[in-house]
């Protein structure tokens, strides 16, 4: 959204920093590498990546739609995977770097009408444990978060732990200066994450049935 990005760079124009804005469509490969390039040929390097592309959605049986379900692959999982893969390439040649991943606390278990969205969300966590292992004198970070007031999830009507954006950026930034291999925020958020990781399934699939109720309407054909 380059208009908002605008906007912020115009308001900490006093602030020291220096801007540099492209918008590209991160489903676009050539794009989102021509992108970065440029960065690079402009700043000298690259420190830190912060890879935050994904759209949400329901994507239960009854509002499977393959068009949806596409676009949502293409953003939150290919979309990563080509502006990570694009920075690594940088990176791996200066020998140093942070790439910083966004995942979601949807990747504590399956969640119910959200499977997709959990999906793509537990393929680039695990990609990204992956580059840690590949790419040990990097910093790769994995930060999930827990609802955060943005408009990906405005439309659920229970936001638990709802944090404001701003919370949520000093949290984040804080974590990747203390150079965290894995973040989840808030606490409580933490806290019932690995709870319900460590769920048998057989008592998670009863509560799931049920947590299906905080994001919709319970279908009668839902079964």
Known sequence: REKEMQILAG??????????LRACDVCNRVEVERAVKDFVKESGKLDVAWVNSGIGGETSRRKWDWDFVERMIDTNLKGALYTAQACLEVMSKQKHGALVG???????????ARSLYSATKVAFAYYLEALATEYPELQITTIHPGFVDTAIN???????????????????????????RQFIFPWQMKIIYHLVRALPFGIYKIMARRMIHLTRPFAKDDK
């Open 11 to 20: 308001q900490l124009r006093n602030s020291g920093s220096r801007f540099w």
């Open 154 to 180: 405005r439309g659920n009507p229970n936001r638990i732990f709802l944090q404001t954006p701003e919370r949520a950026a000093q949290m984040m930034i804080k974590a990747v200066a203390r150079k965290k």
């Open 102 to 112: 966004i995942g979601s606390v949807a990747t504590m278990r399956g969640l119910p």
